[in-house]
């Protein structure tokens, strides 16, 4: 980041003098307020609850520009990485910064793939839980469980045991949302086969048995592909956030991305992609594309507490670029498997319509967001509705672990500390408690 020109000023009407802030210019987007020494200064905080007008950390990994509805990850638009690499090019480009040439890639695909077994320990811990466990609960307990094995690449300080934490993660991931499924649906365990794509793999995992051959279909191996590219970084979103204050106090990475599958799970962020399957289920029973104007209305009614899932962006007030890419693999995935007719499809195809032309999305800026699809093609594909998140996890984690390194690689990095606008009773005495 460089200084700007500009300066930006702050004045009080009570007479106390005024103080100057930098201002500091990213190489796009908006420019920031260096507020650091606003307290040293003149004794007061910022306030601002959800971040709406707060950079929380400078960063080169990805860009969004809202307004636009433009995704680029270091750099590069969603759409070209969607189109012409990868998951394994895209988790090279963020991790490293640059895409990988076909050598480069071979090697980062050879050192992911060695690492996709877990500790044969892991299943007698996934035991412990109840066969009814949401997924998000076993991976929020398995990713966390994981630093107990890996002793050797826990210091976040030592920027070797990053790298491998950052590729034990990547590898394992898939490994462990697969164990989460066959788990919850009593079959054995499938381990991993490297000589598989990254996809591929995660198919043969969640799909396979030992009784019968396996064969992964290219067109769902694809699409799988893609889900894990488009989920793959979203800058400081809150599981983001999470990952990078959690990682301030010098946790160790497992630890750390755990903390993000933790916050992921919430219905407002990855958690969407369920909740939107399930409404669609819902509108469906209620008896489909004729209930869609009484649903909307109820969308619409604040008072319903209802909201359209799959809808709406912090910081997307337009398409959001991915939920276009996704709308193109569910048309694919659908033909592919014969459900070009799908009933749900129909119906999320209806509500967008609707929901595109209404005056309280259009004055809000309301737009499709990726999980308005993703759920339809995941169902499609065959994965259980409470797998949904524990796979935007998998894809995520690139994301997590390399805004976490890139965080302890700032010289400008800090353990993170909120300040508050303290609002509650001023100092006072305690009772006796016969007297209160
Ligand atoms: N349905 C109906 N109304 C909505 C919706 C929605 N999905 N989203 C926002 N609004 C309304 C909201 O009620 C508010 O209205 P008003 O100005 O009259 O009070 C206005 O639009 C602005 O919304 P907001 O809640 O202030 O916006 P936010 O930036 O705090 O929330 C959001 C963003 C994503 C949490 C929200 O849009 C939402 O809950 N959407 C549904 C859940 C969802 O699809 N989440 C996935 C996000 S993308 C994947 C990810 O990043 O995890």
Not at 163 to 170: E, F, H, T
Not at 281 to 304: L, W, Y
Not at 384 to 412: C, K, S
Request: proline residues 6%; aromatic residues 10%.
């Amino acid at each position: 980041m460089k200084l700007a020109d500009t300066k930006a000023t702050l004045s009080f009407s009570n007479g106390s003098p005024s103080v100057e802030l930098p201002v500091y210019q990213g190489s796009v987007g908006p420019d920031v307020v260096d507020i650091r020494k606003l307290y040293a200064q003149t004794g007061m905080f910022t306030y601002d609850p959800g971040f709406l007008s707060t950079a929380a950390c400078q960063s080169a990994i990805t860009y969004i520009d809202g307004d636009k509805g433009e995704l680029l990850y270091r750099g590069y638009p969603i759409e070209q990485l969607a189109t012409n690499c990868d998951f394994m090019e895209t988790c090279h480009l963020l991790l490293y910064g640059n895409l990988p040439n076909a050598a480069g890639k071979a090697e980062f695909t050879r050192r992911v793939t060695q690492h996709t077994m877990v500790n044969e320990q892991m299943q007698f811990f996934l035991r412990g839980f109840r066969r009814d466990a949401h997924p998000m609960a076993i991976m929020t307990g398995l990713v966390g469980a994981l630093s107990a094995f890996y002793h050797d690449s826990t210091d976040i300080t030592n920027p070797e045991h990053r790298d491998i934490s950052a590729i034990r993660l990547i590898a394992k991931m898939p490994t462990l949302v697969a164990m989460a499924y066959k788990y919850t649906v009593g079959q054995p365990y499938m381990y991993p086969k490297n000589e598989l794509s990254y996809a591929g793999n995660f198919l043969h995992m969640m799909f396979a048995t030992p009784c019968e051959p396996y064969v992964v279909n290219p067109v769902i191996e694809r699409a799988m592909d893609r889900i894990f590219t488009l989920h793959a970084d979203h800058e400081q979103n809150a599981s983001t956030s999470t990952v990078r204050l959690c990682g301030s106090s010098g946790t160790n990475p497992f630890a750390a991305i755990a903390a993000g599958v933790a916050c992921l799970w919430g219905p407002a962020h990855g958690g969407a992609n369920e909740a939107c399957l399930n409404m669609l289920e819902d509108i469906q029973k209620m008896g489909g594309i004729s209930k869609v104007g009484e649903f909307m209305e109820k969308v619409k009614d604040k008072s319903s507490g209802v909201k359209l899932m799959g809808f709406g962006h912090r910081v997307y007030k337009n398409y959001d670029p991915r939920a276009k890419l996704m709308q193109e693999t569910c048309k694919e995935v659908l033909a592919e498997l014969g459900l070009e007719n799908d009933p749900l499809f129909k119906l999320a195809m209806a509500l967008e319509k609707i929901a595109l032309e209404d005056d309280y999305f259009v004055q809000r800026k309301l737009y499709p967001n990726v999980d308005f699809y993703s759920g339809i093609v995941q169902r499609a594909i065959g994965i259980p509705v409470p797998l949904f998140t524990a796979i935007f996890a998998l894809a995520r984690t690139v994301g997590w672990i390399a805004q976490l390194n890139e965080m302890i690689g700032d010289p400008e990095y800090k353990i993170g500390r909120p300040r508050q606008l303290f609002t509650g009773s001023v100092k006072r005495d305690v009772a006796p408690l016969a007297q209160r």
